[in-house]
């Protein structure tokens, strides 16, 4: 943390964080007595304590463990408010972790809202979170080893360049979202391992190209996008786009309409066991 700047915990404020060398068990919370949970005994801490009442700012924060069995147990941010009169990478960056759960926070202004971009397995949950107006992507997800989950409930991505990026090794599970004006609300794209983005009871609408969108160009492996209870309405391309190396998978209970064009061309109908 660069010690020459003001501090507001409440907003999570610093230019860039990267939490190192933390040990297993950790609980990070941006609650107004400070960042870190034990900042004295963590590696690199801040020159001096977050003292209460002052505010600061912050540009990206990056979650990173030092060295890859370094991780993280859980990293909670809440909340964060960022919002800034010039357009950086990423807001949030996870690097390697265990668990990260973005609770209550709006991230707007920057390239990727959120990105998931790991070497090993990791956890991400976005709850109750609004990502808005970045030019790449709202939350981008990836990993070049294990398996990269994203959780997202009940949050809302708008104007940005894609709502969602699910890429390699992903599983991306949204319900109860809103993904809407973007130029493509959800991209799965399989760039070298499958990529799978399962989405229910979501509105996914009034995007300038396609609504959902598997597969694409730089797709080499499976791209799957699961599809059950959703709004897709009112997108300028078709509400749901197969594309190269691309598959949907519905389950024959969304409402598409007032798109272009609308239908399911090309989708494989599946069925859910219930007990």
Request: some cysteine; overall charge positive; hydrophobic content about 40%.
């Amino acid at each position: 943390m660069r010690a020459d700047l003001g501090r507001d915990a409440a907003n999570l404020a610093v230019y860039h964080v990267t939490f190192a060398r933390v040990q297993s068990g950790t609980h990070i919370h941006s609650q107004p007595r400070g960042i870190f949970a034990d900042r004295d005994g963590a590696a690199n801490r801040a020159r001096r304590p977050v003292k209460d009442c002052q505010r600061a700012i912050a540009n990206h924060v990056y979650v990173a463990a030092s060295e890859p069995l370094d991780l993280f147990a859980d990293v909670h941010l809440q909340p964060i408010d960022e919002r800034f009169p010039v357009t950086l990478a990423r807001g949030v960056r996870v690097l390697s972790a265990k668990t990260v759960t973005i609770e209550n926070c709006t991230i707007a202004g920057q390239g990727v809202g959120v990105e998931v971009l790991t070497t090993n397995s990791t956890n991400v949950a976005l709850v109750n979170t609004t990502i808005k107006n970045c030019t790449t992507a709202g939350l981008r997800v990836e990993t070049s080893a294990g398996i990269a989950r994203a959780t997202v409930r009940n949050s809302v991505f708008t104007n940005c360049g894609t709502g969602i990026v699910a890429r390699r090794n992903s599983r991306v599970a949204m319900e109860e979202s809103t993904i809407a004006f973007n130029a493509v609300g959800v991209l799965v794209e399989g760039n070298g391992a499958t990529a799978i983005a399962f989405l229910k009871n979501c509105h996914i609408n009034n995007n300038t190209g396609h609504g959902i969108q598997a597969g694409s160009g730089l797709a080499t492996t499976t791209s799957v996008a699961r599809i059950s209870h959703n709004l897709i309405n009112n997108n300028a391309g078709a509400g749901l786009s197969i594309q190269a190396n691309g598959a949907v998978e519905t389950f024959v209970n969304n409402e598409i309409n007032g798109n272009n064009p609308d239908g399911c061309a090309g989708c494989v109908n599946v069925t859910a066991t219930v007990n």
